[in-house]
């Protein structure tokens, strides 16, 4: 089992920026695909930034250049610095890691980008 605890949500007015943690701990692999996904009130839980085992990293179109997702050496903290935040980034936002056919999930933090 994998266990995913997010941290670094809060409140912040449009422009501002915050640093999104997530640590794993259990039986985590170098291997796979970690992501962090979004759920805003009434929508349905999209991708926002994922990075692969190699390095390679992908965003949605309405963050590129203002998120940057990364990791550590030993992959077992993830982060997603989000730059020139906007009231449309509010969220709840969730890590994600994929190994071993099995897609692992955090409780989410939520993120709250006033106007």
């Known amino acids: 089992q994998v266990q995913l605890v997010e941290s670094g949500g809060g409140l912040v007015q449009a422009g501002g920026s915050l640093r999104l943690s997530c640590l794993a701990s259990g039986s985590i692999s170098s291997i796979g695909t970690m992501a962090w996904y979004r759920q805003a009130p009434g929508k349905q839980r999209e991708l926002v930034a994922e990075i692969t085992s190699g390095g390679a990293r992908n965003y949605a179109d309405s963050v590129k250049g203002r998120f940057t997702i990364s990791t550590n050496n030993t992959r077992n903290i993830l982060w997603l610095q989000m730059n020139s935040l906007k009231p449309e980034d509010t969220a709840v936002y969730y890590c994600?890691?994929?190994?071993?056919?099995?897609?692992?999930w955090g409780q989410g933090t939520q993120v709250t980008v006033s106007s």
């Open positions: 994600v890691r994929n190994q071993y056919f099995q897609r692992y």
